[in-house]
């Protein structure tokens, strides 16, 4: 990481420095809070977790090599350097946002209700024909892994796209004081971390937060097709720039066309400029990616054939619309999340393949008092989409499957308590041949049902 000595640190911390003082003049090599991933020269931030103190590691992360350790109470007879901090959260968000202020670089900051990982994905892969990038790993998306990522930026870096993930109010002003990022993207405001944020115009309060602490020069990039991004107006001297499928907007895609699960055919019109795209992973929301990455990438100077080059060697990530072929069964790994959007929108790209298709759902979490019905919708939608299997499991995900019932279609609809209960049922429900959608709330752990579906064998 690029220099920051003991020194500095303290004083960005309003910490108290003790140990040897020939030492202070020192720079770090690096930021950890996992006492697993400390190596020679690091700053250990131990933070106070649920179940685990990471005090309670400090020792050891000094006898692997740390230069020095913070600590939020006085270590008696410590025979190396510490700081003093009153929070060790608070410390290493402020060591961040002094960190982001030294650096050269670009900042792309990311955030929205559904879509943030794959647009961030999108935008990295274009940057990357023209940039050294470096992107958020994950999830590390929030107040602890935020500035984690950006102590990943070294000297070799020119952008950093940041993904902001927030669930209440304040949260993302906290985030963008660490990432002032240079242009601002949301993808839309859906309905996610209702309990805190109530709706849809208290989603789109805390999102637009992020705003505060943009460049004074930031451009700031919106989905013009939804109904509440669209009514975003700067209070600077510039208006935002929106994106979407109406031609009123200032970029938009036409002559779109689905190729099934090998992706989607576009034309994206950027000002005066156009570029004929293929997004090889499925679904009709990547087209709205593929703009916002195009859209960052003209920003940023890239060419019509570096964006088009960028957009089609996008690469899927685990857990997100990851499409898994194996002997049997062509499998589409999106279980690292859900709300009700995404989880339509996901079906949406199961409805397009070309054999039977079996839906597995789970519960999503943080819904709100009206989490029932979200669930219901969520199954109607798939019998209307006609998708030939619906497995729900978990005890939210049976209004999926109450949702499905009640339609005239001909989905056979399965509902599960819990994940061992269909798996012991797995064999009598999938086919040869199934395409199957897996896709929950992170914590429901699906992968767990991906593993075995890649080793059932016919």
Not at 29 to 55: C, M, N, Q
Not at 140 to 152: A, K, Q, R, S, Y
Not at 301 to 313: D, H, M, P, Q, V
Request: charged share 25%.
């Amino acid at each position: 990481m690029k220099s920051m000595s003991l020194r500095e640190i303290a004083a960005v911390c309003g910490g108290h420095y003790y140990g040897d003082e020939s030492k202070l003049n020192i720079e770090v090599t690096g930021v950890a809070i996992d006492s697993r991933k400390i190596e020679a020269g690091y700053l250990f931030v131990p933070i106070k977790g649920a179940r685990v103190d990471g005090h309670d590691f400090i020792p050891q992360v000094m006898e692997k090599g740390a230069l020095c350790t913070l600590s939020e109470h006085a270590l008696e007879n410590a025979s190396y350097p510490y700081i003093l901090v009153s929070s060790s959260e608070q410390a290493l968000k402020d060591l961040a946002e002094h960190y982001r202020k030294a650096l050269g670089i670009k900042v792309v900051g990311i955030t929205g209700s559904v879509g943030k990982t794959s647009t961030k994905e999108m935008i990295a892969s274009v940057l990357s024909q023209k940039y050294n990038v470096l992107k958020t790993a994950g999830n590390f998306n929030n107040e602890i892994g935020l500035p984690l990522t950006i102590f990943n930026i070294r000297e070799e870096h020119e952008v950093a796209v940041l993904e902001m993930g927030i669930s209440d109010f304040g949260e993302m002003h906290r985030l963008a004081k660490m990432a002032r990022p240079d242009i601002c993207v949301i993808t839309n405001i859906g309905l996610c971390h209702l309990e805190n944020l109530i709706d849809r115009d208290g989603i789109l309060k805390a999102k637009t937060e992020m705003f505060d602490y943009r460049q004074p020069d930031a451009k700031i990039i919106l989905n013009g097709d939804d109904d509440k991004l669209i009514t975003v107006k700067d209070s600077g001297d510039k208006s935002p720039i929106y994106f979407g499928l109406s031609t009123e907007l200032d970029a938009f895609a036409d002559d779109i066309h689905s190729l099934s699960l090998k992706g989607t055919s576009c034309t994206l019109h950027l000002g005066d400029n156009s570029v004929d795209v293929l997004i090889p992973i499925p679904g009709h929301h990547m087209v709205y990616n593929a703009l916002a990455g195009a859209l960052v990438g003209r920003e940023l100077g890239l060419t019509n054939k570096e964006i088009k080059a960028g957009i089609e060697s996008l690469v899927p990530v685990s857990g997100r619309n990851n499409m898994i072929s194996t002997d049997s069964l062509l499998i589409i790994d999106d279980c690292y999340n859900a709300n009700p959007v995404s989880m339509k929108a996901s079906i949406d790209v199961l409805a397009t393949a070309d054999s039977r298709t079996v839906a597995i759902l789970g519960d999503m979490f943080e819904l709100g008092e009206n989490e029932a019905n979200m669930h219901r919708e969520v199954g109607i939608h798939a019998s209307e989409k006609e998708i030939d299997v619906l497995v729900c499991i978990g005890p939210l995900a049976n209004h999926i499957a109450e949702g499905a019932s009640e339609s005239k279609k001909k989905t056979a609809v399965y509902h599960f308590d819990t994940k061992a209960d269909f798996l012991a049922y797995a064999d009598l429900i999938v086919q040869k041949g199934d395409s199957i959608l897996v896709k929950a709330s992170h914590g429901m752990e699906f992968p767990e049902i991906v593993e075995k579906l890649q080793q059932m064998r016919f």
